[in-house]
């Protein structure tokens, strides 16, 4: 089955600071999420972007497709942003979404 | 509602008894999904639902997870003589229907097996 593996799986960065999260994923696909998962363990939508480049705020993504490769970018991370990241994907006649391995993120005050 | 919804949040149980967790997903969505969380790892998949019948259960671990959605919105999943290793959060999902676009989490029930 399809690997999907994210980098890197733990980062710690000062507040204000930039930062990339990469997802890699061995197969095509037709569907593609980000979710921060919180402290409490909510899953939140960052952003379905099984291609091309969408922006929300601090936050921005993009995903070549052909490369099989998304990029999630934060800047002037937050506190708030701590959490786990992940990307997850669909694969062409499957439904189910195949979780990454996750990318842990702490940010300090 | 406004989102997805799980009930219980937190679950105790004895190992060897029977327990049901509900979601009721986002109202519209035809596509419901069951996701299963263990510590320290990413949700995995156990089985989706387009309208009322289950359309994929190829990730239940075996036969004493069941999981139901007799009119095509709420669900719920079933899991007989519970064991310890059942212990993880158990997370639902829905979407506007299956393939196409978002799935949005609930925030999850999480189930201790003594």
């Known amino acids: 089955g399809i690997q999907v593996e994210q980098s890197p799986p733990d980062l710690i960065l000062q507040e204000g600071a930039n930062s990339t999260l990469r997802c890699n994923f061995s197969d095509s696909v037709n569907n593609l999420q980000w979710f921060h998962q919180n402290p409490w363990g909510q899953l939140i939508n960052l952003f379905y972007i099984p291609s091309g480049t969408k922006q929300n705020g601090r936050l921005s993504a993009t995903t070549v497709a052909t490369e099989r490769y998304s990029l999630l970018y934060i800047s002037s991370s937050q506190t708030t942003d701590s959490g786990v990241y992940f990307c997850?994907?669909?694969?062409?006649?499957?439904?189910?979404?195949?979780f990454g391995t996750g990318t842990r993120l702490k940010v300090l005050a | 509602g406004a989102g997805v919804s799980q009930t219980p949040s937190n679950k105790v149980t004895e190992k060897g008894k029977y327990v049901e967790l509900r979601c009721d997903p986002i109202?519209?969505?035809?596509?419901l999904y069951w996701y299963r969380q263990s510590l320290g790892q990413g949700p995995e998949f156990l089985i989706y639902?387009?309208?009322?019948?289950?359309?994929?259960d190829s990730g239940l671990p075996n036969d004493r997870f069941f999981a139901v959605r007799p009119e095509g919105s709420v669900s719920t999943l079933k899991i007989q003589r519970t064991e310890r290793g059942d212990s993880a959060v158990y997370l639902c999902?829905?979407?506007?229907?299956?393939?196409?676009?978002?799935?949005?989490f609930g925030p999850g029930t999480r189930l201790t097996v003594l």
């Open positions: 997850a994907v669909t694969t062409s006649g499957t439904y189910k979404y195949i």
């Open positions: 639902f387009q309208g009322t019948g289950a359309a994929d």
């Open positions: 109202s519209g969505h035809t596509a």
């Open positions: 999902a829905s979407s506007l229907t299956a393939g196409v676009g978002e799935q949005f």
